[in-house]
């Protein structure tokens, strides 16, 4: 019964989240804060140095439900951005300066109701519109079918997940079958030009580790997913980004279940970079909930770790010189973005 494991998990996940957040004798609290890290830096407090990319989050239901999600997203997921707060998105995007680029996410953003409508108007606007495409949503039902024709006549910047270039290793952390799905849409995205050279339609991949360890060099890997993929499945794409597992959601239950958390945690500490902690992309981003409630990064989106109260925390109340400038909320699940070369949505950050 989907409904009464989704209930359950999200009991589970609320208070494990709570436990990690907010109580000091639990495990793993030796690990220096991170707010501790940044002082030792001179980054504290840390601040926005304005938005210029605008993330959007369309809804939690996704055709999948994968091992690590760290939106703990799922087909039995009811939350949907509603078409009014995506028009009170579309006001900020038109009206805010220096926001270059839309960055829609979900779950699967494509299972949105009115998720072509808002590409077609963000598209009208002249932004950079990179979606979040799980690829498996492109055979999941015949009227996903045309999205790579789709995305190319809107010029989106796709951004799909391929934890590896073998079948069992995806299946293991997607979904028995994920693989095959997601290189079958690989190839149809490939038909229509994405991923070519020349024809100016980006496709990348993303990777992150499937256990409690950091990514590979991710200029190392790209050459190792591009030669096995083109030689196997004559896949071609443009980038792979590497993404450190956050500590959160269904990755956290995984760290906390397998004993892993504090062991995992420390070497997150370990590899602490000041270069990646200065070029986090909550720095630069503004993350909206499907609710249309703001965060700093759709990390703590996940948290329910809102902007400051000090500023706007709706998308009906946005102000750009206020959230231009804002302070920016940390936590310890931070260290993820700043381990090693850095994590981001768009990979290393170093």
């Not at 220096?32 to 304005?50: H, N, R, V, Y």
């Not at 010189?321 to 310890?332: M, P, W, Y």
Request: a neutral charge.
């Amino acid at each position: 019964m989907p409904s009464l494991k989704r209930q359950h998990h999200e009991l589970s996940d609320s208070f494990v989240q709570l436990k990690v957040l907010n109580r000091e004798d639990q495990k793993g609290a030796h690990i220096p804060k991170f707010g501790d890290k940044l002082q030792e830096i001179a980054l504290l407090p840390l601040t926005s140095t304005g938005v210029e990319i605008f993330q959007v989050n369309l809804g939690k239901m996704c055709n999948q439900t994968c091992k690590h999600c760290h939106v703990d997203a799922g087909p039995d997921r009811k939350e949907i951005m509603p078409r009014e707060v995506m028009e009170q998105c579309l006001r900020v995007i038109r009206e805010g300066k220096g926001i270059h680029t839309v960055d829609l996410t979900g779950g699967a953003p494509e299972m949105n109701p009115h998720f072509r409508w808002f590409v077609e108007q963000v598209s009208g606007l002249g932004k950079k519109i990179i979606v979040r495409c799980n690829l498996t949503i492109v055979l999941a039902h015949p009227k996903y079918y045309d999205l790579p024709a789709f995305y190319r006549q809107h010029q989106v910047e796709v951004v799909s997940s391929l934890p590896h270039f073998s079948a069992s290793r995806t299946d293991a952390q997607r979904g028995e079958g994920v693989f095959e799905k997601s290189i079958r849409a690989l190839q149809q995205l490939n038909a229509v030009g994405y991923g070519q050279e020349g024809t100016g339609l980006s496709l990348h991949l993303v990777y992150n580790p499937a256990g409690a360890f950091l990514p590979s060099s991710q200029k190392s890997l790209e050459k190792e997913f591009k030669r096995k993929l083109k030689q196997q499945y004559q896949v071609d794409f443009n980038s792979l980004y590497t993404i450190t597992n956050m500590p959160i959601s269904r990755f956290l239950d995984y760290l906390l279940q397998s004993g892993n958390y504090e062991s995992y945690m420390e070497k997150l500490v370990a590899a602490f970079n000041p270069a990646a902690a200065a070029g986090v992309m909550c720095r630069n981003t503004i993350s909206v909930g499907w609710d249309g409630f703001l965060y700093d990064c759709d990390f703590n989106q996940m948290l329910d770790l809102k902007v400051k109260e000090t500023y706007p925390q709706h998308i009906s109340t946005y102000e750009k010189e206020a959230l231009d400038q804002r302070e920016i909320v940390i936590n310890q699940h931070c260290y993820g973005c700043t381990a090693g070369a850095g994590s981001s949505c768009g990979g290393s950050t170093t």
